[in-house]
């Protein structure tokens, strides 16, 4: 367990320090790159805020490899990955929304060990995972209260195009079930609104490690759970509540 409060209190500050970097360099002037899409874009603040992250891993967890969501693939001989998202949500960072956070997951093998996540608009850090209890500015949440779906917020995100027949008939059974739906445009953010219980599930296709596990961690260290499942020929993300959860999943699952 020492060992791991190490490395959350490392991703504590590596979160803190990316993402107070990434709002010095908003509040300058950023211009953005588009990568896959109009909204999937990319700035100097992202770039930027990953190569102090890496910078500093290479240096204090030499052995752990590394993988980052603008582009850094560093092979490792401890079984370990640290994944880095520098700015999770950079849509909305870009254009001056504050639904927007720095964030990390550690992983061992094939679990995640912990989460860190940095939201500069409130000053708000969060650590934890399955095996540590999950924690706001350091003191510890509340166990997440059970919630079905009927009766609680979800949070989800489209992936452009919109016309795959069977994307749409998956994500509408999964829609069906909910008592109202928000997309906010940072899935992490999302994962800690309802680690705080203000949501109660998480569903979204092909998602990538880094927009994942941190969040997963941490909803995970307030007792949710996270799952996937494949439906419509993607596979879907699913977190929170674990009875919303399993709901979203059957729902997700039938034919």
């Known amino acids: 367990m020492s060992d791991l409060l190490d490395d959350a209190a490392l991703a504590a500050d ?7 970097l990434a709002q010095r360099m908003r509040a300058e002037g950023l211009a953005a790159e588009h990568k896959t899409s109009i909204s999937d874009i990319v700035t100097a ?27 850094t693939d560093r092979a490792g001989t401890s079984g370990r990955t640290w994944v880095i998202d520098p700015v999770d949500g950079t849509y909305n960072f870009h254009r001056g929304l504050t639904w927007w956070c720095s964030a990390l ?18 000053d708000d850090l969060f650590v934890g995972g399955p095996e540590l209890p999950s924690t706001r500015n350091g003191d ?16 989800t995100y489209l992936h452009p195009p919109f016309d795959d027949p069977a994307i749409a008939a998956a994500f509408a059974r999964a829609v069906a079930g909910v ?50 499942v494949e439906a419509g020929g993607v596979v879907w993300s699913v977190a929170g509540a674990p009875t919303s959860v399993a709901q979203v999943c059957e729902a997700l699952g039938a034919r």
């Open 14 to 20: 590596l979160v803190r320090e990316a993402g107070r």
């Open 105 to 122: 997951a550690l992983v061992d093998e094939d679990d995640v060990l912990l989460g860190a996540v940095f939201h500069p608009h409130d």
């Open 45 to 71: 603040a992202d770039k930027a805020a990953e190569r102090l992250v890496v910078d500093r891993l290479t240096a204090e967890r030499p052995h752990d490899a590394i993988l980052g969501e603008e582009g």
């Open 140 to 155: 510890e949440l509340p166990a997440l209260v059970d919630v079905p779906l009927g009766e609680t917020c979800a949070t």
């Open 179 to 228: 008592a109202t739906l928000r997309m906010l445009g940072s899935g992490t953010m999302d994962a800690m609104a309802i680690a705080q219980g203000q949501m109660g599930v998480s569903f979204q296709h092909t998602v990538a490690d880094w927009d994942r596990l941190p969040g997963a961690a941490i909803i995970r260290g307030v007792g949710g759970v996270a799952r996937q």
